[in-house]
């Protein structure tokens, strides 16, 4: 049998916590065959909900669960730490400017990357899905700087598993039949899902979707419906983030299919014309625990416009955030 892995989760007594951990502990995330540790992080008001979860989480005896820590301090819980889920994170308030916002969650990014440099397994896989996520990656990435820059991660599998879903819906057909869509850039309302080269059983999906429904209503309908949910449930997305979360830890640690590509938010090589540095959705493969960007696609001036404007409002929180001293 396999030795456990410690798994650090932050904002675990959150809703997405909520969903995640069960999904983590019951082997969703790294296979049926691994044991986990879970190690998390709340802040000090939490820790008793955090608690409340913790007992739920005994009460369901998974096999795969070996341990739980529990700590309101990332140098604990992200002790020798295999995987890192940041979820935690400060959400906008009304009239908050995206400064405000950025520099609010720099208080909590900063010091969580110092933490995963400092004390977490060299060879961490970190995925921060608490927004802004792509520019929050950035400033924990910056700040571990004894870490591989391409250990760090933002989370636009939630986006791309609406893109499927939306595009599953249109055709009637199911959601296994989709292949090879992409989310470009941020986690945002500026991101970009594209289907120029992503497939419905093995044919080219624009050949059987109208173009004016791609360009005016798909894109803006994937884009938004993080507010839709919001509107519908009270609540924002939490199973499907979470969900999600899984979805793009397991792909990364145990490898995409043969022939399929994901979308992650990685750090850009430059490659497809995108600033190097930015935290930037592509499409990709993984294979033995690393991540590859897929090469070679043709770029129409349609998505070019799109891919630069969604790296150009990353260009910008990264600018903030120089300015904030966090990066
Ligand atoms: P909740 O407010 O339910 O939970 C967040 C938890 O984080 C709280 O329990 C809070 O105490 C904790 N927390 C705050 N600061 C912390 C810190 N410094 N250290 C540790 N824990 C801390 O939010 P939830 O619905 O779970 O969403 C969490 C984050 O995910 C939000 O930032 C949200 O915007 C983001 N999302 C990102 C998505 C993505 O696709 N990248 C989609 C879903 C979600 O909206």
Redesign the pocket.
């Known amino acids: 049998t396999k030795q456990p892995v410690r798994v650090a989760v932050?904002?675990a007594?959150?809703?997405?916590?909520y969903s995640l951990l069960f999904r983590i502990a019951s082997g969703d995330m790294l296979g049926k065959d691994q044991p986990v540790i879970l190690q998390l992080?709340?802040?000090t008001p939490?820790l008793k909900a955090l608690n409340g979860v913790v007992m739920e989480l005994r009460d369901c005896a998974f096999p795969l669960l070996a341990d739980i820590v529990t700590s309101d301090d990332p140098m604990v819980a992200f002790k020798d730490a295999d995987y890192a889920l940041l979820?935690?994170?400060?959400?906008r308030k009304a009239g908050m400017e995206r400064g405000d916002l950025l520099g609010a969650n720099g208080g909590?990014f900063k010091p969580q990357g110092e933490a995963l440099n400092a004390v977490a397994s060299r060879d961490v896989k970190v995925l921060v899905?608490?927004?802004p996520?792509n520019t929050n990656a950035l400033i924990a990435q910056q700040n571990a700087p004894d870490l591989d820059p391409k250990q760090f991660t933002a989370?636009v599998r939630?986006?791309h598993n609406r893109a499927i879903s939306q595009l599953a819906e249109k055709t009637g057909k199911p959601v296994s039949s989709i292949k090879n869509l992409t989310i470009w850039g941020n986690?945002s309302s500026t991101q970009y899902p594209d289907l120029s080269q992503a497939t419905v059983d093995g044919q080219p999906a624009l050949d059987q979707v109208d173009r004016d429904w791609y360009e005016q209503q798909y894109i803006s309908t994937v884009a938004k419906r993080?507010a839709a949910i919001i509107e519908a449930r009270g609540l924002?997305?939490?199973a499907s983030?979470a969900s999600?979360a899984i979805d793009h830890m397991r792909d990364w640690a145990l490898g995409t299919p043969e022939g399929e590509w994901v979308s992650m938010g990685i750090p850009s090589d430059g490659s497809y014309g995108i600033p190097e540095g930015l935290i930037y959705g592509f499409p990709v493969t993984c294979k033995n625990g690393k991540y590859e960007i897929v090469q070679g696609l043709p770029v129409s001036d349609f998505s070019r416009g799109k891919m630069d404007a969604t790296a150009q409002e990353l260009t910008e929180e990264r600018d903030e955030v120089r300015k904030l001293g966090l990066v």
């Not at 007594?13 to 916590?17: L, N, P, R, V």
């Open positions: 932050t904002g007594a959150g809703q997405i916590g992080l709340e802040i939490a979820v935690g994170a400060m959400p909590i899905v608490g927004n996520a989370m939630l986006d986690h993080g924002s997305s939490a983030a999600a």
